[in-house]
């Protein structure tokens, strides 16, 4: 299988700490995709161009992170990351979908910076999307994730990652209780680090 991604996405993140922990690592090949260029293959495969997209064995693309990792996990057997049904595997992508969400709108701060010149960004536009970033952190603060290496905590893993990486860690001191969960989930799935933009 191909999986396009790129070392600094949080989504390719998860879905590499994924792979890992199911012990598929060894049947993925990392191919990094440029999402801006159109002559990219990731666009053949994803009709919107975005990152991660799996390629099976068939062909067949599979996008987004979250339907990848359903899909690793349907392959690999059992519930390791996901329960199969029920509440639980509902507060489970609940779960992710809010770590995802704080991706999302950290990537959008961050496009915002590229995209525009600096006399052109839009205030009004990145206190928004910083606002869903803090409501999300003082929620995950106040509501911790397990620490077991579910698809929640590695996706909110990959969330706080993400902000290290782009906002320097600014996160951490608004939020002790939350970094000191960061650093057991670290030192419990070294695929965490192993997964690190370098």
């Not at 910083?130 to 603060?141: N, P």
């Not at 993400?162 to 057991?184: C, E, I, M, T, V």
């Amino acid at each position: 299988m191909i999986l396009y991604s790129s070392p600094a996405s949080p989504f390719g993140r998860k879905v590499k700490i994924a792979a890992k922990l199911l012990g598929l690592w060894d049947r993925l090949t990392i191919v990094v995709a440029d999402t801006l260029d159109p002559a990219d293959p990731i666009r053949a495969q994803n009709p919107l161009g975005k990152i991660p997209t799996l390629v099976l064995e068939d062909g067949t693309g599979l996008y987004d992170s979250s339907v990848i990792v359903q899909y690793l996990q349907e392959l690999a057997g059992g519930e390791a990351l996901i329960p199969k049904s029920g509440v639980a595997r509902m507060m489970m992508l609940r779960a992710e979908a809010l770590a995802d969400g704080i991706e999302d709108a950290s990537l959008l701060q961050v496009m915002e910076g590229r995209f525009r010149d600096q006399d052109k960004i839009e205030p009004k536009w990145m206190t928004h999307q910083a606002g869903k970033v803090e409501r999300g952190l003082t929620y995950l603060e106040a509501n911790l994730p397990s620490e077991a290496p579910n698809l929640a905590a590695i996706a909110t893993a990959c969330a706080l990652g993400y902000l290290d990486l782009r906002f320097a860690g600014a996160w951490r001191a608004a939020h002790p209780k939350l970094a000191g969960w960061l650093s057991r989930f670290e030192a419990l799935v070294p695929a965490f680090e192993e997964t690190r933009a370098k």
